[in-house]
């Protein structure tokens, strides 16, 4: 009998709980699988817990975490993986219902394939704020030129995740955590499911604005050298500078002592943006850890769970 569990982060959900709860057990009745549910609360400010707790279990255990505030979705996922290391295999998914748990079944049929993930894209953006989709658009193709691991747009963190990924997910001690990048990064045979985008049944996304704009930068910081465009771009207006001053200076615009301040000027851009190049770069090579703080802490349990 193979053991595996549903993951799943929750911020602010109190409203949702019961019916993903409800919606979610039709697909996780196997012969030969026991399922449980993990919730991960992520600090909720709303009565989110209590709701997790309210739930009258059916044939499918419900289990919990909650943890001491609002870390974020990557540590809630993360807090919910490191707990979950007994399982053969995991499947993590949002408590909203945006994301179908009626794709479950089609997962388990391709992980019995061989598949190590089987993780989901949309189709298309539609449905999403025009705004959104234009800035998500726009960071997959910047992020996937400055980077060796390059992202599927649109993909979900609503993917189904062998031990043997699953583990080393977990291996990787990353503080600020992407688990695009992450995923992306580990490897191992994959298989994409895709769905159309299905709005929101109750309350709204903590995504905010800024919030996704902050995760992109994260995203970009960690797995990809987009920061060292920056002093290449200085670079380049350094030469732009140097060229206009000895075409300006060869057509008797400007005089001997002008061109030559602007030529020492050029070279001190030219020379600061070599320097920044290589301050970046030695950034980039020791970033990987520099704090050692916990990712996520938990504040509270179900009882029958041993939490790390």
């Keep these: 009998m193979m053991k595996a569990r549903l993951i799943v982060p929750a911020y602010n959900e109190e409203e949702n709980v019961a019916l993903f709860y409800e ?9 030969d699988i026991d399922f449980d549910i993990l919730f991960v609360n992520d600090g909720s400010k709303d ?10 279990e059916k044939n499918i255990p419900i289990k919990y975490i909650s943890l001491s505030r609002n870390f974020g979705k990557e540590p ?24 179908p748990p009626a794709l479950i079944p089609e997962m388990i049929e391709f992980y019995r394939e061989g598949y190590k993930i089987v993780y989901t894209k949309s189709k298309t953006r539609s449905g999403e704020p025009k705004l959104r989709r234009l800035f998500a658009n726009l ?8 980077t060796e691991r390059p992202l599927i747009n649109g993909a979900k963190d609503y993917q189904l995740m ?10 990787i001690k990353d503080n600020n955590r992407f688990v695009k990048g992450i995923f992306s990064w580990v490897g191992f045979k994959r298989k994409c499911i895709e769905f159309d985008f299905i709005p929101r049944q109750h309350g ?28 290449v771009l200085s670079f380049l207006l350094g030469l732009l500078v140097l060229a206009t001053d000895i075409v300006i200076y060869l057509m008797n615009i400007i005089g001997l002592a002008t061109f030559i301040i602007t030529l020492h000027l050029s ?18 090579q020791n970033r990987k850890q520099v704090l050692q703080r916990p990712i996520y802490l938990v504040e509270e349990a179900s009882e029958d769970l041993i939490v790390e």
């Design 162 to 171: 062998d031990k043997q990924v699953a583990d080393a997910f977990i291996k």
């Design 23 to 31: 919606e979610a057990i039709k697909y996780l009745t196997y012969d």
């Design 267 to 284: 070279f001190i851009i030219i020379a600061l943006s070599i320097f920044s190049y290589v301050i970046i770069y030695l950034l980039y």
């Design 204 to 231: 709204k996304t903590s995504w905010s604005f800024y919030s996704l704009l902050k995760y992109a930068f994260n995203g970009m910081n960690q797995f990809s050298t987009i920061l060292l465009v920056l002093p």
């Design 139 to 146: 960071f997959y193709r910047i992020y996937n030129i400055y």
């Design 47 to 56: 009565e989110t817990l209590e709701a997790i707790k309210n739930i009258k």
């Design 76 to 99: 809630a996922m993360h807090a919910g993986l490191v707990n979950s290391q007994d399982k053969d295999f995991i499947v993590i998914i949002d408590c909203d219902l945006q994301q």
